[in-house]
């Protein structure tokens, strides 16, 4: 995967399907270090990772879109986690006042 000097380097490009790659390479070799690396990862690491990089979050959603969102790939949030990390990440994450919905926010990935 990564060469010594590769990973001594001190400009190293992790791609962001690295945990993917990983499952992928040891499937086979190392089943315990899959079982690890398929537990459900922190929420921050989801939403950058995946919520950010899918294209889902380009228009606005509500929490519990997002959730679901996660749902598929067997990770389960609640949604005031959700909404805790998306207000935390402002330079990432727009939010606003849902129009229609009193006290809903819905987010949009920041351009």
């Not at 921050?44 to 950010?52: G, H």
Request: positive net charge; proline residues 4%.
């Amino acid at each position: 995967m990564y060469s010594r000097d590769q990973l001594c380097n001190d400009i190293i490009e992790i791609p962001y399907n690295l945990r993917e790659q990983l499952i992928k390479h040891f499937k086979d070799i190392k089943p315990e270090l899959v079982i690890l690396l398929n537990k459900m990862p922190s929420i921050v690491y989801a939403i950058k990772f995946k919520l950010l990089r899918s294209g889902f979050i380009d228009q606005y959603r509500e929490t519990n879109e997002i959730k679901k969102f996660f749902e598929r790939f067997g990770w389960e949030f609640e949604g005031t986690s959700i909404t805790n990390a998306l207000t935390r990440m402002p330079d990432l994450i727009e939010s606003k006042k849902h129009v229609s919905k009193g006290n809903t926010n819905v987010y949009k990935k920041r351009l």
